[in-house]
């Protein structure tokens, strides 16, 4: 019997599937990581087999904001397939329809992360992009100003305001706010006045590294001291801009790819602006 493609897969079954193909530790789910692929903001393309879901694959349209204007793109995540079913072509499959679908929304790249890349080679991927990586040790500001009192803990309305305002990457709507809060797995730092913030890891993914930072730069520092006190070996990515102003010089840092990604028309050119930050990479 062949499995049937189900455009809507129901959102628990997806985490069942990829919480147990990613060989998550009991007691935690893939969407405490990854709330983006439960969310109606997303398409879950599922196949079922028996009335079980076999494979999965999910797609988020987008826009990727560039100093020409926002460029409609898809980030791809929640990719498995059922252990006993692997090497059936299903995988595949699903990223086939995904990739016909996205093109025909007229979106110019299809973007996601895994280290699967002889796998996703096949699809037309290739790693593209920039990212910076430095230990928070390596800021290069004395650390004596750095000491401050504890930061405010916890997502709130100002983070989500300044989230929204952002002017590089992928752009948040209003109606992504759901899933952004729902991260169970990500620690958000902040000061009130002036205003600064850091999200500090999600999940097993982004392990001791700092992945979203914004506001005033020496409040950052503050932030990023603080998690340092906690953890010596704490990372922080983002671009090379944003890097600086916060304090690190590159010569320190490590330059890494950003993703892998698959141009949706003939002759795209990668934008060296394109910029996705850990909350939205999936
Ligand atoms: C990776 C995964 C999604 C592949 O699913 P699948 O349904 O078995 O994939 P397919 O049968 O469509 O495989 C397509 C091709 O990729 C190859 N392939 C499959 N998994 C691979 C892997 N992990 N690394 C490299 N190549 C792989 C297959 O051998 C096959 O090659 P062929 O076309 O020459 O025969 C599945 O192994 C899985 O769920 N792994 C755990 C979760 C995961 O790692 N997801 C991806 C990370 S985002």
């Not at 898809?74 to 499959?93: K, P």
């Not at 902040?190 to 590294?209: C, N, Q, T």
């Not at 790819?257 to 939205?280: T, Y």
């Amino acid at each position: 019997m062949t499995p049937e493609l189900l455009e809507t897969t129901r959102a628990g079954l997806v985490d069942e599937l990829v919480t147990r193909s990613f060989g998550y530790p009991a007691g935690r789910r893939f969407f405490e990581d990854f709330p983006v692929w439960g969310s109606p903001e997303v398409e879950r393309l599922g196949l079922i087999d028996h009335g079980k879901l076999i494979s999965h694959v999910g797609i988020r349209k987008c826009e990727m904001q560039t100093s020409k204007g926002p460029e409609r793109v898809a980030l791809i995540g929640a990719v498995a397939t059922d252990e006993r079913h692997r090497g059936r072509g299903f995988s595949s499959f699903l990223l086939q329809e995904a990739l016909r679908r996205i093109e025909a929304a007229g979106c110019t790249w299809s973007l996601l992360w895994g280290s699967e890349h002889e796998f996703y080679a096949k699809q037309g991927f290739r790693l593209e992009g920039t990212q910076w990586r430095f230990l928070i040790s390596d800021l290069s500001v004395p650390v004596s100003g750095l000491q401050s009192t504890p930061p405010l803990e916890g997502m709130n309305e100002r983070i989500w305001s300044a989230l929204l305002a952002r002017k590089s990457g992928i752009r948040f709507q209003r109606s992504d706010r759901d899933w952004v809060f729902a991260h169970r797995s990500v620690r958000w730092l902040s000061f009130a006045e002036p205003f600064s913030y850091v999200a500090y890891e999600r999940g097993m993914d982004l392990k001791h590294i700092v992945h979203e930072a914004g506001g005033d730069p020496t409040g950052i520092q503050k932030l990023l001291y603080y998690l340092y006190l906690e953890c010596p070996i704490a990372q922080v990515i983002g671009t090379e801009s944003e890097l600086e102003r916060m304090g690190f010089h590159t010569r320190d840092g490590y330059r890494e790819n950003l993703c892998l990604a698959r141009p949706m028309k003939s002759g795209s050119a990668w934008n060296p602006e394109f910029w996705v930050s850990g909350l939205s990479a999936c």
